[in-house]
């Protein structure tokens, strides 16, 4: 065989593996980029459903909360508005066992759900649980009341999120249309709201949610009694007295 074309056979030899790691690697390539590219969806809906698993559970947490609330629960509810943000810090005291700490045994006079500003320019959900009462209730005598005390215990519910902003309702006020007054403040001690409304941006992205909670009227035990003994009372004093006997003579 002559050289020249053993020198162009091995040529071709040489440019056939040539193509054949260039294909190789074009198709690895793209294996390792749908690869990534499955990781990235997998990660990205992992993140979502926990997202969701914690935003359902944090409605279920205050549906619990205000259904289970004891009759002696009050409440108060004050906002601040700022350029960008609307924080809010709801008080409740007497809460009973509706916002008791997670598995210990503490029970809390007071408990404050705060709406706090973060560094990263989003809002943080902080509960605070109090050893001592922090409003003065109109049913309590002589109760003492400690507005300046430092929470016992505290847990961030949420962090990073875009809105949280409370309305409440007392069920009854409504406007000319018909609708219910919604309220940004409550500061009436004697009642308690019928109804919280919560609205809720998790992100920037994501639409506004809605949700209502029901906080069902319930006999106060203080108040209750309070009547029963006025008006056992009332009817002893109204009650006819026997005429006096006269002895026989």
Request: with cysteine; glycine share 2%.
């Amino acid at each position: 065989m002559p050289a020249n074309r053993k020198s162009l056979q091995s040529g071709y030899l040489l440019l056939e593996a040539c193509l054949g790691l260039a294909i190789t690697a074009l198709i690895l390539t793209s294996v390792f980029k749908i690869m990534d590219w499955n990781l990235r969806v997998s990660q990205t809906s992992i993140e979502d459903a926990n997202s969701h698993i914690k935003e359902e559970a944090l409605f279920a947490f205050f549906d619990r909360a205000f259904l289970e609330m004891s009759g002696d629960a009050i409440i108060e509810l004050n906002f601040t508005e700022t350029s960008k943000f609307y924080l809010s810090e709801m008080t409740i005291q007497n809460s009973g066992e509706s916002f008791s700490w997670p598995n210990q045994p503490f029970n809390s006079k007071a408990v404050k759900i705060i709406t706090r500003p973060n560094s990263r320019n989003h809002l943080d959900i902080v509960l605070e649980y109090y050893s001592e009462n922090l409003l003065s209730s109109p049913f309590e005598r002589n109760a003492t009341v400690l507005s300046d005390q430092n929470p016992v215990q505290s847990i961030i519910l949420l962090e990073n999120i875009a809105r949280f902003e409370w309305q409440v309702w007392n069920g009854q006020n409504t406007n000319n249309d018909g609708e219910p007054e919604w309220e940004y403040e409550w500061n009436d001690l004697r009642q308690n709201p019928r109804y919280f409304e919560l609205n809720t941006k998790f992100t920037l992205e994501r639409e506004e949610v809605i949700h209502t909670f029901w906080n069902p009227r319930k006999i106060n035990p203080s108040s209750y009694f309070l009547n029963f003994t006025n008006n056992a009372s009332r009817n002893s004093q109204q009650a006819p007295q026997p005429a006096p006997q006269v002895a026989p003579q």
